[in-house]
């Protein structure tokens, strides 16, 4: 069974930053590459970003390419997303992400966690 847990969403003000976590097994850290999706209201699930355990292949959509860095810390076998610069149009929940493929906007990952909001106000 895989088990993501996400924490870190919140109310944050345009222009703002806030910083994502997902905490998984060492197992499921060091074999499936994670990521982060979101939802909008109204929207259809999207890709935000998605790393491997090392952090070195890393990958990201490009709405928030240079506001976004992902980001994994193999001592916790946590999974981060920082996020700078929000936007209002950044209000989604976001969810952690894993599979045994590269994450991206072509198919869904097998694995998704509960999903925490972001909410950004102008």
């Known amino acids: 069974q895989v088990q993501l847990a996400e924490s870190g969403g919140g109310l944050v003000q345009a222009g703002g930053s806030l910083r994502l976590s997902c905490a998984t097994s060492r197992r499921i850290f060091t074999t499936l590459r994670m990521g982060w999706f979101r939802q909008a209201p109204g929207k259809e699930r999207e890709f935000v970003a998605t790393?491997?355990?090392?952090?070195?292949?890393?990958g990201y959509a490009e709405s928030v390419k240079g506001r976004f860095t992902i980001s994994s810390n193999s001592a916790s076998n946590t999974v981060y997303l920082q996020m700078n610069s929000l936007k209002p149009e950044d209000t989604a929940i976001y969810y952690c992400?894993?599979?045994?493929?590269?994450?991206?906007?072509?198919?869904?990952?097998?694995?998704w966690g509960q999903g925490t909001q972001v909410t950004v106000s102008s």
């Open positions: 790393t491997d355990w090392t952090g070195t292949n890393t």
């Open positions: 992400a894993a599979d045994n493929l590269p994450l991206g906007p072509e198919r869904p990952p097998s694995h």
